[in-house]
């Protein structure tokens, strides 16, 4: 697939996500090298491993490069992004939690290791972003620092389990409003998003009206992403989706499309989109991977 | 209590450990603000500031005096190493973990606000440690990055974690060695005990030989503090624990008094400790405060 949109003229995306891919996940395959005991290094391996489309560490790479810093800044970075969203992964597929047997078309991590394992597996990677952050080569520590405290911020009580907690305390109420909904998703998906973006421009060495300008770019995408996300949820099928489908519906979660219907919610969700595009205009064609990756967004199917 | 010993003289240690529990107890209040959602930061300050001993954030404290630096510089990291212990004992106590109904004679996390609750608090937790010691003012960046990355490898797969791993592989085997023992309890307990006296020591700027020889101290003193709290298991009441006693032995755990004997158990903490207080010599009366933590460590009642 080429995106010949006027913004990214000659852009091939699918290349630039193939190539992305398969550094990242050659990256995040030598992040964490199996040892004793290695139960806990097999689980951990196992769900950072399974696939997925990488988003967040794509996102965090080519934040940084439009900004002229190189892959290398960003790769620990970008693995301890996914590292962060693998362990809410975990922990959310928990009995406790959503209850959910299947992810990324595997049986979810405490299907195959036990609970036990599953809760300590993703408090182990969790710790390990953080360590593997700090572990960056060649960068100005006053940097990671910064990435560190916002990374702090993007998944604790601030950020993404604030969300969950929220969403949580939603669940099988009917008169969620629109407010709440926005809460539950600025902090659930929209925190982490924000951050890949923003770690990899701050990495880069950029100034602070660059972050702030990078920063509504990602909410802009974040929110799309999890209005498609909830559009999805209600049309692919579990084998597009590699989990439960119709699994909001089940939980009778409110969505955007409960509330919207899912015409509004796509107009939406391309509004939002076409506003990141236009704000990375000043970047020119540095910027067709963002730009890209935001339409991406959008038209995905899973 | 005043410790007459010949190496602590005229120093007392109940009113050293009132006082520094005092400041640390302010310190944790303070570190963690109620905000929207209300749920999650009342969950994680009902672990946080249900007591305890704080030996931790403690011993971090007087390593970093001892060499040199101020409370103000450790005080953050002291707070994090709280915060993560408290972490480890939510997630700990999980019913899919050891399944604890009391904690500090308290119900634990996930009895007050249920497991979903918990398990994000620990998650929280975690996460807002590492955000806590990278927020940490006055310190050169490149310290604070040191810390970080012992944090990381105390708490994850190649510390605590990895101990709690092999720790749940022992449960109900009666032909444990005391090498899987001793890895238990150098990962479960003594790596984030030794990191809480590292992590002073970097933040005070010592040399590698000093902080090299504050990890021989504390490696002495972890297994020591093990080594006592499974004699305390089985002689202590659950008044005089604040938690369920007996557990060891309903469980099957094997541990070193029922590999060595009380006796023998006893005889092996006191010569760790000896060991540790005489490591500290060098430092002569500024290792008041971290000799008399190590006595109080064989000496406490629970």
């Known amino acids: 697939?080429?995106?010949?949109?006027?913004?990214?003229?000659?852009?091939?995306?699918?290349?630039?996500?193939?190539?992305?891919?398969?550094?990242?996940?050659?990256?995040?395959?030598?992040?964490?090298?199996?040892?004793?005991?290695?139960?806990?290094?097999?689980?951990?391996?196992?769900?950072?491993?399974?696939?997925?489309?990488?988003?967040?560490?794509?996102?965090?790479?080519?934040?940084?490069?439009?900004?002229?810093g190189t892959a290398a800044m960003a790769m620990n970075t970008a693995c301890a992004l996914e590292m962060i969203h693998t362990m809410s992964l975990i922990h959310d597929d928990l009995p406790a939690?959503?209850?959910?047997?299947?992810?990324?078309?595997?049986?979810?991590?405490?299907?195959v290791y036990g609970e036990d394992i599953a809760i300590l597996a993703g408090d182990a990677l969790l710790s390990y972003a953080f360590e593997y952050v700090a572990r960056t080569p060649d960068v100005p520590a006053e940097r990671?620092?910064?990435?560190?405290?916002?990374?702090g911020q993007a998944v604790g009580a601030e950020g993404l389990v604030g969300g969950q907690v929220v969403d949580l305390e939603s669940e099988g109420k009917t008169d969620v409003?629109?407010?709440?909904?926005?809460?539950?998703h600025t902090h659930k998906t929209g925190a982490l998003l924000e951050v890949c973006v923003t770690a990899g421009a701050i990495l880069a060495g950029a100034k602070p009206e660059e972050v702030q300008l990078?920063?509504?770019?990602?909410?802009n995408i974040g929110?799309?992403?999890?209005?498609?996300?909830?559009?999805?949820?209600i049309?692919?099928?579990?084998?597009?989706?590699?989990?439960?489908?119709?699994?909001?519906?089940?939980?009778q979660k409110v969505t955007y499309?409960?509330?919207?219907?899912?015409?509004?919610?796509?107009?939406?969700?391309?509004?939002?989109?076409?506003?990141?595009?236009?704000?990375?205009?000043?970047?020119g064609e540095k910027a067709n991977p963002l730009k890209a990756l935001a339409e991406y967004i959008v038209n995905r199917k899973n």
Chains 1, 2 share one sequence.
């Not at 939690?97 to 991590?109: A, C, Q």
């Not at 499309?257 to 970047?283: C, M, N, T």
Request: net charge negative; aromatic share 6%.
């Open 97 to 111: 939690m959503d209850n959910d047997d299947l992810r990324r078309g595997k049986p979810t991590n405490h299907k």
């Open 177 to 184: 409003a629109v407010e709440t909904l926005n809460f539950i």
């Open 235 to 251: 049309t692919a099928t579990a084998e597009e989706l590699g989990k439960t489908a119709g699994k909001d519906l089940e939980a």
């Open 214 to 219: 990078l920063s509504r770019y990602a909410q």
């Open 1 to 68: 697939m080429v995106v010949a949109d006027a913004h990214t003229q000659g852009f091939s995306l699918a290349q630039y996500l193939q190539e992305q891919k398969t550094i990242v996940e050659t990256a995040l395959d030598q992040s964490l090298v199996i040892t004793e005991p290695v139960t806990i290094y097999e689980a951990m391996r196992y769900s950072l491993l399974a696939g997925g489309k990488r988003l967040r560490p794509i996102l965090c790479l080519a934040a940084c490069e439009m900004l002229g």
């Open 223 to 233: 929110l799309a992403f999890q209005i498609v996300d909830d559009i999805l949820d």
């Open 257 to 283: 499309p409960s509330l919207w219907g899912i015409e509004k919610s796509q107009a939406e969700a391309q509004k939002l989109v076409a506003e990141a595009i236009a704000s990375l205009e000043p970047y």
């Open 144 to 151: 990671l620092l910064q990435v560190i405290v916002r990374l």
